[in-house]
């Protein structure tokens, strides 16, 4: 039996009842109290069932259209791009997961894929690059939409994957969707699976790919139909050096 | 490849490699609870198909994060649904407009039961409804509140006029119960 004050933050752990700024003390906390991580192992069994009280409702055949229009595209592009890509990375036209939704010390995986973002500007910044303290490379992107002065692209190079963060970014053409793709030198830009759209703040989340780019020297995105494309239509409207 | 006769996890291992067709058929197994759990939140039909969509965009594009030892791919898509869900509803703070009665939504969109797999599915609700219906009034209501309404224990607290701490007992008691009456159901979710 537990004697751990935090015992009762267990259940509203598992319900995601957490705030967001709880949430992310407790998973703290889980790290160092066994007892809490049994707590939550045990509760979340519970909380894994509540699912099945919902109504049995059938969804419209329309949404399985749409939902398999978007991944045979994207399976297509896989395909094309070969053996270099391991797998769609593509985000879905929204925003980021909350932080607090990463899981990482739940007993359930990681729930979703990282959520659109974007780009564009007037093409002012571009080539800064950091250096964090766990060797991830920002590079802030060139976004070259007139309209937009004020919106922010930058690329996140790590290890662990390759990223695309973009701030301030208009939606993309009415039937169109924002794509990212690879420049190497003396090539045409490679297509990649990671078609995104930003949400209402004009933000998106966009992984690339897992782990570094290779022989890639700059990462581009155009707006493109819904799907993606083969080999780019319009003109880049983030450029960003990967290099 | 007849994927219908694939297990769930040997699936996820295609749909990592980008295969469509096992991702369909992994659509076509999950989506009538993805959906019920969406529309059971949201309350809204055109919500409901957004969060589905992501949901399982997402679950195309990350298959490779998913992990078969953490639990069954059904726990997973259902995780991200209610997740997709959550952050929907405090996006568009729609609580208001969620509660639709079950009565009413079987009524307006009553599901084919086209299998024994949906004809068990539907044993299984009315196992974890009947189970919910035995809690404490009090603890059944803050764990629909967190669960199905998307609210944090504090605007649980501020709705029932309820201390915060008491608000969090009370979620803790009724899940421990809940997992005592349906240790089984639970196991088997696993």
């Known amino acids: 039996m537990t004697a751990c004050a935090r015992r009762d933050d267990a259940g509203s752990y598992v319900l995601h009842a957490l705030p967001d700024d709880e949430h992310e003390r407790f998973e703290a906390h889980l790290a160092t109290c066994a007892d809490c991580r049994r707590e939550v192992a045990d509760l979340q069994v519970a909380a894994d069932t509540l699912p099945l009280a919902a109504v049995q409702v059938g969804p419209p055949p329309e949404l399985r259209d749409r939902i398999m229009s978007i991944v045979r595209s994207e399976a297509q592009l896989l395909a094309a791009a070969g053996e270099g890509a391991d797998g769609p990375t593509g985000a879905p036209a929204a925003r980021a997961p909350r932080a607090r939704r990463r899981w990482s010390l739940s007993l359930r995986p990681l729930p979703a894929a990282m959520a659109a973002s974007a780009l564009v500007a007037a093409g002012v910044i571009g080539g800064i690059v950091l250096t964090g303290a766990d060797d991830t490379k920002t590079v802030t992107g060139t976004v070259q939409i007139a309209s937009a002065p004020a919106a922010r692209a930058s690329l996140q190079l790590s290890d662990d994957a390759t990223k695309l963060q973009v701030r301030r970014m208009p939606p993309p053409p009415a039937g169109k969707v924002y794509q990212v793709w690879l420049k190497r030198p003396n090539q045409d830009p490679a297509p990649t699976t990671a078609l995104f759209r930003t949400d209402r703040s004009g933000s998106a989340d966009v992984e690339i790919q897992r782990g570094r780019l290779k022989g890639v020297d700059q990462v581009l995105v155009t707006a493109e139909p819904d799907g993606g494309s083969m080999k780019p239509t319009s003109a880049p409207v983030i450029v960003a050096s990967a290099a | ?190």
Not at chain 2, 10 to 17: A, K, S, T
Not at chain 2, 99 to 104: I, L, N, T, V
Not at chain 2, 135 to 144: S, W
Not at chain 2, 162 to 188: F, H, S, W
Request: one cysteine or more; proline letters at 1%; a neutral charge.
């Open chain 2, 1 to 190: 490849m007849a994927f219908a006769q694939l297990a769930d996890e040997d699936l996820m291992q295609l749909v990592r490699r980008g295969d469509a067709a096992a991702f369909e058929a992994v659509y076509d197994r999950h989506a009538t609870a993805a959906f019920s759990l969406a529309y059971r939140m949201t309350g809204t039909r055109n919500t409901a198909e957004d969060v589905v969509q992501e949901a399982f965009l997402s679950l195309w594009r990350s298959g490779a994060r998913y992990d078969r030892t953490r639990g069954s791919v059904r726990t997973w898509v259902l995780g991200i649904v209610h997740n997709r869900a959550i952050d929907a509803l405090r996006r568009s703070m729609v609580h208001d407009r969620r509660r639709a009665s079950d009565e009413g939504i079987e009524e307006r969109f009553e599901a084919r039961e086209r299998t024994d797999v949906e004809a068990a599915r539907r044993d299984e609700a009315r196992d974890v409804r009947q189970a919910l219906g035995t809690l404490p009034a009090e603890q059944c209501k803050v764990i629909e509140l967190a669960y199905f309404g998307g609210f944090t224990h504090s605007e649980i607290a501020s709705m029932l006029d309820t201390p915060i701490g008491t608000v969090k007992g009370r979620m803790r008691l009724g899940l421990e119960k809940l997992r005592g009456q349906l240790g089984g159901l639970a196991e088997a979710m696993t």
